[in-house]
C-alpha cells in the first residue's frame, strides 16, 4: 500500500484503523470500544480490553520460541556476556515478580528503578508490568537531588537498585547516592531491593534493604501469574524536563502503549521476529523502554542490552556485536555516530556488518554530514525518527514496512500514521505555509502509545501542552518547517529544554541546583551549539560578592564549585560546558530571564528581540564574559 493511503486511514478513520492493528497483540479479554475521546484533549484507547505488557513481550512467545534467545546482555564495564532465551527471561520475570511481591508489591503499586544497564533492570521492568505494579525507571546518570524529586513525585512502595554501575572502567557508586537521596525524599520507600554485582562496598539499612540474590534463589521456580490489566491502567511513569525545575511524570497506559509498539516494530522498524535488534540506548531514557525492552520484546525478537562505551575496548564494539549476533536492526542517537566518526575506519572495517538492513537514529537533529557518512560506511539506509518522551513512538519518520518512501537529508520524514500534524504560528495559531517557520504541533486525539496524562496531574497536562494556542492542540515545543511535499524539518525546541548528546535537560533544573551554591545570587543557563554532543549548557552566573572584583583565581574557583554541585546534585550530564561570572543578567522588564538572547549570543548570532529589555548593558556584560 501506498503510505499517504495507510496514512490517510488512520487519520479520517482511527477506530477502523486501530482496531485492526490492535490484532498484532494478545488480548485477554477483547475491547469493547476502540477509542473513547468524550473528553479531549484525554484520549483512551481499547476500552475494556484486558492484556499485559509481559505476557505480550514473552509468554506469548513461549509456544514457537522458548529457546529462542531474548535477551542479550553484554557489559564491556564488567566483561560479561549472558544470553536469555525467552523460558530463560520467563523465568527470571517470575523470581523477580514473586521477590516483588513478598516485599509488598501489589497492582497498582509504584516501583522505582535505579539501575544501571544490567540484565536484572530489564527483569525488573518486565515484573512490574507482569503483576500490574508502575514502574519508573531513573536514569542511572542521575544523581542524588534529582532523584530524590521523582521519589517524591512517584512515591515508590519499592525501589530496585544496584551497588554500583560503571563507565569507561570507573565505578560509579549507586548505592550511596540513592541512600542520599531516600534522605532528601519526605517519602520513605518501604523496601529496597538490591542487585550486589560486587563492584562496590554496599551499606544495608536493616529491615529496608533487601539483597535480591537469595530470593531469586527462592522464587526461582516460582510461577507467577499475569495480572491482566485493562488497557488504560498505568503501566509506566518516566519523568522529563520541561520549563519548570519539576520534572514531568509521563505517564503510560497499557494496551495502547501494546499496540503502538508493534504497530511501529512492523512499519517502522521492519524488523521480523527471531531476528536481533540492538538500541545503544539506556534504559533511563523512552527510547530504552520502547526500543530496549517492549518492542523487540513483543515483536518476538532478541534484544541486545549493552552497558559500556561505543569506543571501549575499542571503536569496533557495536559493530562486533552486529557480527557475532547478525544484528538486523539498530537503533542509536547522532551524538553516538559523532563519536566514532571521530575514529579510525579500521574498526568499523574489520567486521562483517552485513546482517544489518537499516540503522535508526534519533533523540536530536540529525546532520547531513553524520547521516551520510554512516550510511557510506554500513551500506544501509540511514532513517531518522522525530519523537519525544510524552509520544512514546516516533512522531515523523519513513515508515519503510509501508512504502519504501524516499528520505530527505535533514528531515526526519513526514507524519507518522496516527500523528495529525500542523505547523503553526507562535502568536496566532494559524496554520504556517510550506517553508515557513512555526511550532510543530499535533491534533488530539493523540494515538495509542503516547501519554495519558501527567501522572497525578491532570490539570498540568493540560495546561502545558494542550493551553498554547486559540486552538486546542498538543504543543511539540519544537520549531519546524514543512516543505512543499510535506517533509518535516525539526529547528530546535521553543522551550527552555536542552538537548545534550540526546538526553534531554531542563534548563531550570541546572540553574535550580547551581542557585543552591552560597555564593550563588543568580544564574542563567542556556544550552548552546555543540559539534559532539549537539549542545551543551553553559551558565552565567552573579556571584554574591560581585560587588567585590572577583579575581580570575576566584571565578576558575567558583567555577569548578559550580561543576562538582551539578555533578552531584543533577549529575554529568547536566554539568556547564563553561561557567562564566557577570554582575548583570539581561531580564525583560518584568523580570523573566532573556534566555534566547543570551543563548544567540553565545552562539555568535544577533541577539534578537529586544523591545522588552531591562537594561542592554547586561549583553555587553554576557558579550565581555565570552570574549573573557
Ligand atoms: P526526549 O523526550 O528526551 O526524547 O526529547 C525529545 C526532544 O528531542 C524533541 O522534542 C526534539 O527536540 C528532540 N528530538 C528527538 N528526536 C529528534 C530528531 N529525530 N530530530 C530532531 N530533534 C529530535
Known sequence: MQFDEFYRQSIDHPQLFWAREAERIHWHKPFEQTLDFSRPPFARWFIGGQTNLCYNAIDRHLAERAEQTALIAISTETNSEKNYTFAELHREVCA????????????????????????????????????????????????????????????????????????????????????????????????????????????????????????????????????????????????????????????????????????????????????????????????????IVYGPLIHGMATVLYEGLPIRPDAGIWWSIVEKYKVTRMFSAPTAIRVLKKQPPEFMEKHDVSSLKALYLAGEPLDETTSSWISNA???????????TESGWPIISIAKGVE????????????????????????????CGPNQK????????????????????????????????????????DWGIRDEDGYYFILGRTDDVINVAGHRLGTREIEESISSHPNVSEVAVVGIEDKLKGQVAIAFVIARNAESAVSSQQKQALEAEIMALVDKQIGAVGRPARVYCVSLLPKTRSGKLLRRSIQALCEGRDAGDLTTIEDPTSLDQIRAALQG
Not at 409 to 428: F, H, N, R
Not at 466 to 473: E, L, M
Open 96 to 291: 523477580m515478580a514473586a521477590s516483588m511481591q513478598s516485599l509488598g508489591v501489589s497492582r497498582g503499586d509504584r516501583v522505582l528503578i535505579y539501575m544501571p544497564m544490567m540484565a536484572e533492570a530489564v527483569f525488573a521492568m518486565l515484573a512490574c508490568a507482569r503483576i500490574g505494579a508502575v514502574h519508573s525507571v531513573v536514569f542511572g546518570g542521575f544523581a542524588s537531588n534529582s532523584l530524590a524529586t521523582r521519589i517524591d513525585d512517584a512515591q515508590p512502595r519499592l525501589i530496585v537498585s544496584a551497588d554500583a554501575g560503571s563507565r569507561g572502567g570507573k565505578v560509579v557508586p549507586y548505592k550511596g547516592l540513592l541512600d542520599e537521596a531516600i534522605r532528601l525524599a519526605q517519602h520513605k520507600p518501604a523496601h529496597v531491593l538490591l542487585a550486589d554485582r560486587g563492584l562496590a562496598q554496599m551499606p544495608r539499612t536493616l529491615e529496608r534493604d533487601v539483597d535480591y540474590a537469595p530470593l531469586r534463589e527462592k522464587y526461582l521456580h516460582a510461577d507467577v501469574p499475569v495480572t491482566w490489566l485493562e488497557s488504560n491502567e498505568t503501566s509506566y511513569i518516566l519523568y522529563t524536563s520541561g520549563t519548570t525545575g519539576k520534572p514531568k511524570g509521563v505517564q503510560r497506559d497499557v494496551g495502547g502503549y501494546a499496540v503502538a509498539l508493534a504497530a511501529s516494530m512492523q512499519h517502522v522498524f521492519c524488523g521480523k521476529p527471531g531476528e536481533t535488534y540492538f538500541c545503544t540506548s539506556d534504559i533511563g531514557w523512552v527510547v530504552g523502554h520502547s526500543y
Open 378 to 388: 554500513l551500506g544501509v539506509p540511514v532513517i531518522d525518527n522525530y519523537w519525544q
Open 438 to 477: 512555526g511550532v510543530v504541533v499535533i491534533e488530539g486525539p493523540l494515538p495509542p502509545g503516547c501519554m495519558q496524562t501527567v501522572y497525578c496531574d491532570d490539570q498540568r497536562f493540560v495546561d502545558t501542552y494542550w493551553s498554547n494556542f486559540p486552538r486546542q492542540v498538543y504543543s511539540t515545543f
Open 404 to 431: 519504501d518512501k524516499a528520505t530527505r537529508l535533514g528531515s526526519p520524514g513526514v507524519p507518522l500514521y496516527g500523528y495529525k500534524m500542523a505547523i503553526i504560528d507562535e502568536s496566532t495559531g494559524a496554520e
